[in-house]
């Protein structure tokens, strides 16, 4: 396809993992991001991996890059209620960012 | 040290007047983008600033739309005669060269 997708809405409880999952247009994308966006606030950048890499950890955070289906995920452990926020998953083009509609997750207690 | 700042946080404005949306990028940040996110979207790319390079106004939705990067640093939209459906958040962000975007709080526009 040519856009970036995600699934709009995630609902998990306190304490579970959260994957939040992302197909990308690119196969040549070098760079494929996270980005936080807090109620009110800008976006913020979560984590990122390069496009020779299949797995980063980040604390909390695990970022899937599965280049031949283009398929990106993000798992946040034990996720806590100040987690929950939109979720966008970019890839990097030649200038400029192509971003999707963003996941929205909230964590019930 | 600050971040991407924009101003105003909030604008409120008639169908058919112009806005300017300002935004301070990083220091020493040489590319600078202005995005738009409308309702329950994704972002949307407008305008690419890269050094003294002529900007990639690509994105820009119609001619209404302007965009200026002053001495290499602060940025200015303009939206010319607004329209209703131009009402979204207005996100700018800066990086270091091609790199990793920070962006700014963003303004809200709203077009009545």
């Known amino acids: 396809g040519e856009d970036v997708e995600q699934s709009l809405f995630l609902s998990v409880r306190e304490g579970d993992s959260s994957v939040i999952n992302c197909t990308y247009t690119d196969s040549s994308s070098t760079y494929l991001y996270w980005y936080k966006q807090e109620p009110g606030a800008g976006l913020q950048l979560l984590t990122y991996i390069f496009s020779n890499m299949d797995m980063k950890q980040d604390q909390r955070l695990t970022v899937l890059l599965n280049k031949k289906d283009k398929h990106l995920s993000l798992r946040i452990a034990d996720t806590q209620t100040g987690d929950s926020a939109i979720y966008f998953c970019?890839?990097?083009?030649?200038?400029?960012?192509?971003f999707g509609a963003g996941t929205r997750l909230t964590v019930k207690p | 040290g600050a971040g991407v700042s924009q101003s105003p946080s909030n604008k409120v404005t008639e169908k058919g007047k112009d806005v300017e949306l300002r935004c301070d990028p990083i220091?020493?940040?040489?590319?600078l983008y202005w995005y738009r996110q409308s309702l329950g979207q994704g972002l949307e790319f407008l305008i690419y600033f890269q050094g003294n390079s002529a900007p990639d106004k690509s994105g820009l939705p119609s001619d209404r739309f302007s965009a200026e990067r002053t001495g290499g640093s602060v940025s200015t939209l303009t939206i010319q005669r607004t329209q209703q459906e131009d009402s979204a958040v207005y996100l700018c962000?800066?990086?270091?060269?091609?790199?990793?975007?920070?962006f700014g709080p963003g303004t809200r526009l709203t077009v009545t």
């Open positions: 220091s020493g940040h040489t590319a």
């Open positions: 970019a890839e990097k083009g030649n200038n400029d960012m192509r």
């Open positions: 962000a800066s990086s270091l060269e091609i790199g990793e975007q920070y």
